[in-house]
């Protein structure tokens, strides 16, 4: 869709197609699915990163944005007597995410399981107004 706006945007010479996106988010990267869901003391976003490495995964959060980006290189170079072969793969997340006001992006917990990311974060509590 952002791609489409792009090119919209080109052919007419105008930003009238809104675009919120952050310097950082790569272009070529395909969106997570993404779950989300609230409970009592917490919201939890639940994405599917099939095939990256926990270290491959950077979470950010700006301007009230929580920003996932994965990716995956892979490189393998095999020789044999007669043969050489080259081949390379990369894959590619990422997932921006707008925060309710209430979400506390202080205590935030990242768990990777299987290629399934759990991103948990507290809701802010409230004070209550003493007459």
Do not use: C
């Not at 409970?39 to 990256?52: A, C, Q, R, V």
């Not at 205590?107 to 107004?129: D, F, M, S, V, Y």
């Amino acid at each position: 869709m952002k791609r489409m706006r792009r090119k919209m945007n080109k052919i007419f010479g105008s930003n009238d197609f809104n675009t919120r996106s952050f310097p950082e988010e790569p272009e070529n990267y395909r969106q997570a699915w993404a779950d989300f869901s609230e409970e009592d003391e917490k919201y939890t976003i639940t994405l599917e990163l099939p095939g990256i490495d926990k270290e491959n995964i950077k979470i950010e959060i700006s301007d009230n944005y929580l920003i996932i980006k994965a990716e995956n290189k892979k490189e393998v170079e095999e020789k044999d007597d007669d043969n050489y072969k080259y081949s390379k793969s990369y894959d590619g997340f990422y997932r921006t995410v707008h925060l309710p006001d209430n979400a506390n992006s202080e205590n935030i917990n990242a768990k990777l399981e299987k290629g399934i990311l759990k991103i948990t974060l507290q809701k802010k509590r409230l004070q209550k107004r003493r007459w």
